[in-house]
């Protein structure tokens, strides 16, 4: 079983930036994929980053590349959001998950993740 906490979410002006944080528990964590989806109201939650156990390789979406990073700390349990040149397009409750089947590869489909964590509200004005 694994325990999913965000932190870090609020509210910020465009152009600002801002970092997340998912801390993990137990040792399935450390060992596996690590992603961070979004969800705006009315609209389906989608993927934003995803991270290898390790942190070797990462992966974006569209909409975020070039903007956001994602990297993980395994000795502290935890995965970052870091946030830039934000948008009001990036309003959303935003979850970490994690894929316990896969270690290497980030899949964007929500429905591999096993577990999530509650979310937390970033919200962006113009």
């Known amino acids: 079983q694994v325990q999913l906490v965000e932190s870090g979410g609020g509210l910020v002006q465009a152009g600002g930036s801002l970092s997340l944080s998912c801390e993990g528990s137990g040792r399935t964590f450390n060992l596996s994929v690590v992603g961070w989806f979004r969800q705006a109201p009315g609209k389906e939650r989608a993927f934003v980053a995803g991270i290898s156990w390790n942190g070797d390789n990462t992966y974006y979406g569209a909409s975020v590349k070039g903007r956001f990073t994602i990297s993980r700390d395994n000795a502290k349990n935890t995965v970052y959001l870091q946030m830039s040149s934000l948008k009001p397009e990036d309003t959303a409750v935003y979850y970490c998950?994690?894929?316990?089947?896969?270690?290497?590869?980030?899949?964007?489909?929500?429905?591999?993740?096993?577990?999530w964590g509650q979310g937390t509200q970033v919200t962006v004005s113009s």
């Open positions: 998950a994690v894929d316990h089947h896969r270690y290497q590869i980030a899949s964007e489909a929500r429905d591999n993740y096993d577990y």
